[in-house]
């Protein structure tokens, strides 16, 4: 029980935040203290806990609490809802014995209402008492919302026996670069400087949670934090040791992006969309996104409908530089569509074979240049809006 | 039949492009050939006929046919597109005896596939022989693809009893500003210049075909045309006829541009989204159309479920100057959310009642400056799904 992350600690309650007998509340402890880095929304509107994480990273003390709840964002709630947040975190710190300011909240749930603050702190001790009895496994199910499945992972740092990198999330809707309703919790005892553990957990969210997509929604919520509390190194660690961490963790985070995708609301299919010789990584992005963003594309990976018309007219307004008669469009590897025109029935029949399949690639290929772009996206599906329909009912 | 736009004749045909027994060609002819204006679709990837009425609007010459097919887009089919909408073209002017350079097509359906040319050959003579015996009416029936009702209208100008303004339209799937798959064709009599006739178009469709949303997705063959064919006047005509004329253009595009959203795939809600005191259009507009083509709202729209969070997310994302403390958000009289925050239960009632409407309106008022920007939305419905992942099967 928590053994597998050894100097993080986990406890899970069930508070009744929305429901009764599902666990909603989550406990992390890093002790000792962690060093941390992190990304948060970009959405303008910041829910109450990450404005509060926000502050508390950008001063650069160490992490040693978070408070995790499910059921409840704590967005739009004003200042009262940063006055609950602080007098949860500030309860917790006091329970725990820790400085208030080493420690953080992370909510995901119905927007606009105020946390019911009585029930969460009143499961404050229980979470305290029962620290180091769950595990990883007990986080990732605590924090799930429409999750259909928990998704955590622990891996060890190749050539380095003795170090390991751990993460959880939860995911489901409102899933779109920049990241998602999304919160994703990385741990690791590298021992890595806070120069290092910066520019590696930047670069590894970029290549990971900001390149899925569900919905096109951006959250108030959304969270990503990777906590090394390992003995710090003097000095600058060496080039190896930081490439293989940052391998490790870039490999884990991308492993959970996709099991989000996989998990997102009423997914039937997972699509990895690359775009090909671009003139440009930027224009290469805005294709990727064009097409992993159309209603009609993503209703034909549904349909599982081989209607490379619809993401041919997709790249044509994603307003980069391309010339149709220079594309193809291959499914796996079916090429469906060369130099912009439909290769035949056979290819549509075993493209159509393809979309039969949970998960494959369409490439687009441009021949404007040698820029390239993957972005994993979902199809469009009818439990999609039966699901984000009835959300609150 | 035909008499109330007299100038102006039609005739509609069953080619058999897509299936039989639906009408899916139609044949416009002015006569006199009329000074015209229009705009087309942004997308790189332009269909075949689009390419050829945008050189030949370029040139300036008048334009006498107009002919329309449903069922085949002629899009991404290169020059071989090229070609056979170059074929028909030639054909229906030497069956009409007029210049060739004043003859255009318009095409919507299937992107992809060459046009079947045989057949629609084949029913040109019939369009011919049957010029004058369909209506406004007919035209609108025979250029719907996946549309629920035809959509025009012919109505007076204000004070000029003599001159009329008429439009047909087709929509359906892929509304998105800027336009749709949508084909709009209007007629006029009042004798504009050119130099009025450009001005008074661009602004009528830039206030209502490029304010209306389905599904963000943009069409490779958007068309909205403008025909003048009365009498020219001697130099510029005198400005209260000018602003009488502009006046009728936008109030019947704006009419058909509600109907294309009211049918919409899918579409069971009709919503307008306002946009208030915004420091400028530009941030108003960005912020209507994040919140008109949010997936998360949009399901709300169809579940009728008052979810204000979601609209205060999709407007944290637009990009836009905005604080959410001063953020009111209104359903028709109903204010859901004052200074950022939700205003009760029973404000949450009454808009859930002004939810089942039909159609209603969603006022955001942003108290940043002075600028407001409208657009008309739809929901997002299980029925969209359907319809669109079984479009070609």
């Known amino acids: 029980m928590g053994l597998e992350t050894p100097g993080f600690h986990f406890s899970v309650t069930c508070a009744g935040i929305r429901q009764r007998e599902h666990p909603d509340m989550a406990l992390i402890v890093s002790d000792p203290p962690a060093r941390w880095s992190g990304t948060f929304t970009r959405n303008r509107v910041k829910a109450a806990p990450v404005q509060i994480g926000m502050e508390r990273l950008r001063k650069g003390v160490p992490l040693s609490v978070i408070l995790v709840n499910s059921g409840n964002a704590n967005a739009c709630t004003g200042e009262r809802g940063v006055r609950d947040a602080q007098l949860l975190c500030r309860e917790a710190a006091h329970l725990l014995g820790v400085p208030e300011n080493q420690v953080i909240m992370a909510s995901t749930g119905v927007i606009g209402h105020p946390l019911p603050l009585k029930r969460m702190k009143s499961a404050l001790p229980t979470l305290v008492r029962n620290l180091g009895q769950s595990s990883l496994a007990d986080v990732a199910q605590a924090i799930m919302t429409t999750d259909r499945y928990p998704k955590w992972e622990i891996i060890p740092v190749q050539g380095y026996p003795e170090i390991w990198v751990a993460g ?12 998602a309703t999304m919160l994703g919790f990385f741990f690791t005892n590298a021992g890595m400087p806070l120069s290092a553990l910066h520019p590696i957990t930047h670069q590894a969210v970029m290549n990971s949670f900001n390149r899925i997509k569900v ?36 490999k884990i985070m991308r492993s959970l992006a996709w099991k989000i995708v996989d998990n997102g609301e009423g997914v039937t299919k997972v699509v990895t969309i690359v775009v090909e010789t671009a003139k440009t990584e930027e224009e290469a992005r805005r294709i990727a996104e064009s097409v992993g963003n ?17 993401i041919m007219a997709a790249i044509g307004y994603a307003g980069a530089e391309i010339n149709p008669e220079d594309i193809d469009i291959l499914f796996d590897d079916v ?15 075993r493209a159509a074979d393809v979309m039969k399949r949970h998960d494959y690639t369409v490439r687009i290929i441009l021949r ?17 809006v039966k699901i984000n329909a009835d959300y609150r009912s």
Do not use: C
């Not at 509390?229 to 660690?237: C, L, R």
């Not at 404007?368 to 999609?384: F, K, N, P, V, W």
């Open 168 to 179: 959880v999330v939860k995911g489901a809707g409102m899933i779109s670069p920049s990241m």
């Open 215 to 250: 919905d096109g929604d951006q959250s108030t919520n959304d969270t990503v934090l990777v906590l090394d509390n390992g003995a710090a190194h003097e000095g600058t660690p060496e080039n190896r040791l930081k490439g293989a961490i940052s391998y490790t963790l870039e």
């Open 294 to 310: 159309s209603p009609l594309v993503k209703t034909a990976f549904y349909g599982e409908d081989p209607n490379w018309g619809r």
């Open 335 to 349: 090429t469906l569509a060369s130099k912009g025109h439909g290769t035949g029935k056979l290819a549509e029949q």
């Open 368 to 384: 404007q240049g040698s820029s390239s772009y993957r972005i994993i996206t979902s199809d469009l599906s009818a439990e999609y």
